[in-house]
C-alpha cells in the first residue's frame, strides 16, 4: 500500500495535469505548443530508404543485444565525440541499444537496486526538478526516491558535497541530468569527475542522462564517459544514456543506448533478456547511419541556435532569461506573474501559446516549497518563425 502511494504521488505525467489546468479554456489564439520537447524539424533523408531496404525484418525479433553493427557504430560515434574514448569503448561488452533512452532510464534501476540487494532502504538520488521517468524508476524498484536541490545559485546543479554521508552509504544510483530538462544546465569535467569519485567511494552507480548532450550553442557539455576513461582508464560505476530523438530529432523511432560499466552492463544485458523491449531490426539498421552521420545534426543544432537567437532578442532583461549552455529548454521564472501554473493558464487564454508549468516537473523539498513552482518550460523545437510569433505574444501577453 505504502508502495503504491508512493508510486501514486511521485508518478504524475506533467503533460496530463497540464491538460487538467487548461481543460476548458479555449485558446486566445491560434494554438502554438511549446510545452513538449519534441524536435519537429527535421527528419533525415536517409531514414526512408534504409526502412524500405530492411522492411522485411520487421518479420523477425531482434537480439536484445542489437546487431554487431550499430554497437560498432555507437562505438565509433563516442570515439569521434569524445577523442579519448576512440578505441576504447568495447561494443561486445560496453555497448547494449535502446528501445529510446527513456525505457533505459527506467529499467535500469533494477539491476541497479539488486547489485547492492543488502541495503534495506535503498536511495536513488535525483535532481530537483527532473525527468519524471527517474522517480518512476525508484518507485517501482522498492527504492526511495531522494531529491537533490537543484538551484539557481548553484548553476542548477545538485551540490555534491551537501548530500548527506548516511545517504550515500544507501545510495545505489545517482540519475544525473547533463545538459539538465528543464534548466539546460551542463555539469563541466570537474564536476563529472566529482560524481565519479563519490559513486565509487560509496559503490553506487552514476547513471549519467546524456541525451541533450548534442544540442548545445557553442561548446559541446563534455561527458561522464570520456571523464572517467581520462581519469581513471576505467569505465566503473559510469553508465551513461544516449539517444536519437534529441540528437537526429526523431523521438519516434525509439533508438537510444547505454554505455560504461562492463560489469554492470552485462548483469542489466540479464535482465533485459527476459524484461525490455528489443528495438526493431530497421531501426537498428537506421540508427547505424543517423549514428554515422553529422551533418543532420548539425542542422538541428542550426535550427535551435536561430531560435536561441530570436530568445536573446525577444526576452533579454525578462523573466530571468538566460540561454542555456545545453539543451532547447528555456526555463523562465515569473514569480511576478503568480508563478508557472498561473502563467500557463495565462498565456493559453491570453494568446493561445502553451507551456509547461515548472512545479509539475518538481517535488516539494523538506522545506515545503517546490523549486519550481516560479518556473515555466519552454520548449524551442519549432523553426524560428514560429519561435518569435510565441514568443512575441509571451512578452504581449505577460509583460
Ligand atoms: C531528460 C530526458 N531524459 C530522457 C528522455 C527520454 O527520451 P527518449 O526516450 O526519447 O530517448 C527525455 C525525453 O524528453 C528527457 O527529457
Redesign the pocket.
Known amino acids: 500500500m505504502l508502495a503504491q502511494n508512493r508510486l501514486a504521488a511521485l508518478v504524475r505525467s506533467p503533460f496530463v495535469r497540464l491538460a487538467q489546468l487548461l481543460e476548458g479554456i479555449a485558446p486566445g489564439l491560434p494554438a502554438i505548443d511549446l510545452s513538449l520537447?519534441e524536435p519537429k524539424a527535421l527528419i533525415p533523408s536517409f531514414l526512408g530508404p534504409i526502412l524500405e531496404t530492411h522492411l522485411a525484418e520487421f518479420g523477425r525479433y531482434p537480439p536484445i543485444k542489437g546487431i554487431p553493427a550499430l554497437r560498432t557504430a555507437i562505438g565509433s560515434w563516442l570515439g569521434r565525440r569524445y577523442p579519448v574514448l576512440k578505441g576504447n569503448v568495447d561494443g561486445e561488452t560496453q555497448i547494449l541499444p535502446?528501445n529510446?533512452?527513456?525505457?533505459g532510464?527506467f529499467s535500469a534501476i533494477f539491476p541497479a537496486v539488486a547489485r547492492k540487494a543488502k541495503l534495506e532502504r535503498p536511495a536513488v538520488l535525483i535532481p530537483n526538478p527532473f525527468?519524471q521517468?527517474y522517480a518512476a524508476a525508484a518507485a517501482a524498484a522498492g527504492a526511495v526516491p531522494e531529491l537533490l536541490p537543484s538551484r539557481a545559485e548553484h548553476d542548477f546543479l545538485p551540490e555534491l558535497d551537501q548530500i548527506d554521508p548516511s545517504l550515500l552509504k544507501r545510495t545505489v544510483a545517482f540519475y544525473l541530468?547533463t545538459p539538465?530538462?528543464p534548466q539546460g544546465a551542463v555539469a563541466d569535467r570537474g564536476y563529472l569527475a566529482r560524481a565519479i569519485a563519490l559513486a565509487r567511494r560509496h559503490d553506487f552507480l552514476l547513471f549519467a542522462?546524456e541525451?541533450?548532450s548534442e544540442i548545445y550553442s557553442e561548446t559541446p557539455p563534455p561527458g561522464a564517459l570520456e571523464t572517467a576513461y581520462a581519469e581513471t582508464g576505467s569505465f566503473a560505476n559510469v553508465v551513461s544514456?544516449q539517444?536519437?530523438?534529441?540528437r537526429s530529432g526523431l523521438?519516434g523511432l525509439?533508438s537510444?543506448f547505454v554505455a560504461g560499466d562492463p560489469t554492470f552492463i552485462a548483469a542489466y544485458l540479464r535482465f533485459r533478456n527476459v524484461a525490455c523491449p528489443q528495438v526493431p531490426l530497421p531501426v537498428q539498421h537506421v540508427s547505424v547511419a543517423a549514428w554515422g552521420d553529422e551533418a543532420h545534426v548539425e542542422q538541428g543544432r542550426a535550427l535551435y541556435r536561430q531560435n536561441f537567437a530570436v530568445a536573446d532578442a525577444i526576452l533579454a532583461g525578462r523573466y530571468g532569461y538566460r540561454r542555456p549552455p545545453g539543451s532547447f529548454f528555456l526555463w523562465l521564472n515569473l514569480a511576478a506573474c503568480g508563478g508557472g501554473a498561473a502563467a500557463a493558464k495565462t498565456l493559453w487564454k491570453g494568446c493561445g501559446v502553451k507551456v509547461l508549468p515548472g512545479e509539475y516537473l518538481a517535488q516539494a523539498e523538506p522545506d515545503g516549497v517546490n523549486p519550481g513552482t516560479d518556473y515555466i518550460r519552454v520548449a524551442l523545437v519549432h523553426n524560428a518563425d514560429v519561435t518569435r510569433e510565441a514568443l512575441t505574444r509571451i512578452v504581449a501577453t505577460l509583460g
Not at 529510446?100 to 525505457?103: A, L, Y
Open positions: 520537447g535502446l529510446g533512452s527513456r525505457e532510464l525527468y521517468a541530468c539538465s530538462n542522462d541525451c541533450y544514456f539517444s536519437l530523438s534529441k523521438p525509439r537510444g
